[in-house]
């Protein structure tokens, strides 16, 4: 009986680790090497457009429209061949709906079940980037010789995104409002245009209109209007497709091709820029890199190589031939030109086969290197600032001979100098985050796994400011008369010291509750306490005593946010306790308590202010919100687990900025 108890909790572990990469509200499988779904969420099954058991068992490939096969295949076949991270931007069409443009990773795991390789594929968060979305459309536009603009209702402002460089010279500023390419339409096309711009749906018929140039006259201009999303659950913009179908000179004007061409560059350099330098993650800086460089550079294909360990990490954007993505895991002192440039901080411009083995004659750059065309090129470049420890580096393939020019060159060194920065700044404030996280985890208690008559589940957010340590904090404990002793509070600040100080109120209140059965009492002695310390942070708390036998609570509370409260049947509220205000401000405080009682099934949550407030957010409306997700989440036999989860990740989702702390207690 032992070994089967044993069996089944090692089964249901690896049920578990399975289902945490599927655990996310954005699209996100798990495939067999051959492409083949084994299991996917809610998220994905919608983007698919089907129901997840039609999915199942199915080639990812397939489930995609045709539009998209190709770039499914590369990705996959890089991830399941290379054993690499992997990143493409697809396409999710919807039906009446606008499709969902996502940046898409691959990355190679492992089944827990059984070993097996599998490749878990998810949708990443673009938010610091959605211009890299673009990318694909832009050079899709270009190739079919089409003008691109996006369109973006809520700023009503038109952007020429590229395409064509001929129909940029159609326009006078890269960006502008609608209004003023409306002025610039004939009278009687601007009812066609703005129709266009206002089209529900997900894309238009081609309309003709006359549009005046600066220096050119009229020309005739075919357009057509798309919608998409950029990113799962990002804004919505319309696409306009342009097509000059006027005669003559006006079209070949060959003089400002080069200068349109030049501003589009310059655009996009100032893009990558900014999206890089702006980066606070090291994911968000190789999505960056992943979705901009080949374009930036005219390239095939990009790659970045991070050293973990003496080791390379590498992963690519699919564009990269597979041969070269097998660098992946070779040691940093490797006899090749991609450990080369990290060890030394020196770039490689290695402009076709020939000229790369004549300078690596004793390691070929990958295995299978002999495979590639004669012409196919590579540029390297360190993403290590000088004299610092090897970081990392990027290269651009391309799929023919290459001679990288010297302002080319100076461009690319610059760009990385820029990406070595913000790496080096990311690597330092993970290592800063990782210390703040290990010390938060230590002052914030374990639960106790069982509490008579109640269930009880806990859970903990930092803010996105500072160290992403706070002072928040929970309890739970059984007191000397059998009752159950909760609490919460939030202590002023976001630091270290704020955490320091909420150490000491948690353990002062422990100690002073083991012997005071009355919260109110203990928040009079609290309150003692800290005005006698002179402490230098006030804190807010709530304090509860429930009797497990019939339910009556007792509480009281200094200038915390109300009690939730919650029925199986869906019945929800908001309670108010008496108490006093905020902890160490006033001496010779009273505090007072309120008693009522917990039904059996009911459920109440405790919270922390960042919970129930935030930039678009009021107490009263982020109390109702709560309060109503707590009663559905009752209403459909939630565990007061996944009931935590669904609190905490509405907070989240609502733009947090302080720190969010959420205990939700069940009576049995």
Not at 24 to 43: K, W
Not at 155 to 176: I, K, N
């Amino acid at each position: 009986m032992v070994e089967e108890a044993v069996s089944v909790r090692s089964k249901e572990a690896q049920m578990d680790a399975s289902d945490e990469l599927l655990r996310r509200a954005t699209p996100s499988a798990l495939l067999t090497l051959d492409g083949a779904v084994r299991s996917l969420n809610a998220a994905m099954a919608r983007a698919l457009g089907r129901p997840a058991e039609q999915c199942v068992g199915r080639g990812l490939v397939d489930l995609m429209p045709a539009s998209q096969r190709t770039a499914v295949e590369s990705l996959m076949a890089h991830a399941a061949t290379t054993k690499t991270i992997v990143m493409r931007v697809l396409e999710f069409p919807r039906a009446g709906a606008p499709s969902v443009v996502c940046l898409v990773e691959a990355r190679p795991v492992k089944d827990p079940a059984g070993g097996e390789p599998l490749v878990w594929v998810h949708s990443l968060d673009a938010g610091n980037d959605l211009g890299g979305l673009m990318i694909p459309f832009r050079l899709g536009a270009e190739a079919a010789d089409l003008g691109l603009c996006m369109y973006s209702p809520q700023e009503h402002r038109l952007e020429w995104l590229g395409g064509a460089p001929a129909l940029a010279t159609l326009f006078p500023e890269a960006s502008m409002p609608l209004s003023r390419v409306v002025r610039r339409v004939h009278p009687e096309d601007r009812g066609a245009l703005r129709r266009l711009m206002r089209s529900t749906a997900a894309q238009s018929p081609w309309i003709t209109l006359r549009f005046l140039t600066e220096r050119a006259g009229w020309h005739l201009l075919a357009c057509r209007a798309r919608r998409v999303q950029l990113g799962y659950g990002g804004p919505e913009r319309v696409f306009g497709v342009i097509r000059d179908n006027a005669k003559g000179e006006a079209r070949r004007r060959r003089a400002l091709v080069a200068l349109s061409a030049e501003r589009q560059r310059a655009a996009e350099i100032a893009a990558f820029s900014s999206a890089v330098m702006t980066a606070v993650t090291e994911q968000e800086i190789q999505q960056v890199v992943l979705t901009r460089l080949a374009a930036t550079f005219g390239g095939a294909g990009a790659a970045l190589a991070f050293v973990t360990k003496g080791r390379l990490r590498v992963s690519s954007d699919a564009g990269i031939p597979i041969p070269m993505a097998a660098v992946h895991g070779l040691p940093l002192d490797a006899p090749s030109a991609l450990p080369y440039v990290i060890r030394t901080g020196e770039p490689q411009f290695i402009p076709n086969q020939e000229e790369y083995i004549r300078r690596w004659p004793y390691g070929a750059m990958v295995p299978y290197f002999d495979q590639l065309g004669s012409g196919y090129a590579v540029s390297i470049t360190s993403l290590s600032p000088n004299g610092d420890q090897p970081l990392a580096a990027w290269l651009v393939t391309y799929e023919g001979e290459h001679h990288s020019s010297p302002d080319e060159r100076a461009l690319m060194t610059t760009l990385a100098d820029l990406a070595g920065q913000a790496l080096k700044r990311v690597t330092l404030q993970e290592a800063r985050v990782e210390l703040a996280t290990a010390l938060q985890q230590t002052m914030l208690p374990t639960l106790p796994e069982h509490l008579p008559g109640l269930e009880v589940a806990a859970r903990y957010r930092p803010s996105r400011d500072g160290l992403d340590i706070g002072g928040d904090w929970y309890d739970a404990f059984v007191m000397p008369d059998g009752a159950v002793a909760l609490e919460i509070g939030d202590t002023q600040g976001h630091d270290v010291d704020a955490a320091a100080a909420m150490g000491q109120v948690r353990a002062s209140m422990r100690a002073i509750a083991a012997r005071e059965p009355d919260p109110a009492t203990v928040l009079t002695r609290i309150n003692e306490l800290l005005v006698t310390m002179d402490a230098a942070r006030f804190a807010s708390c709530t304090m509860l005593h429930v009797d497990p036998d019939d339910g009556e609570v007792t509480g009281a509370s200094a200038g915390h946010v109300p009690l939730l409260y919650a029925r199986e049947d869906g019945y929800h509220s908001i309670r108010e306790l008496p108490g006093g205000p905020v902890l160490g401000v006033l001496p010779d405080t009273d505090y007072h308590k309120g008693i009522f009682t917990l039904d059996k099934d009911a459920a109440l949550v405790m919270v922390t202010d960042g919970v129930v407030e935030g930039p678009g957010l009021t107490l009263e409306a982020g109390l109702e919100r709560t309060a109503t997700l707590l009663g559905a989440a009752l209403h459909d036999g939630l565990s007061v687990e996944e009931t935590a989860d669904r609190i905490l990740d509405a907070a989240v989702a609502g733009d947090h900025l302080d720190d969010v702390a959420v205990l939700v207690i069940r009576r049995t």
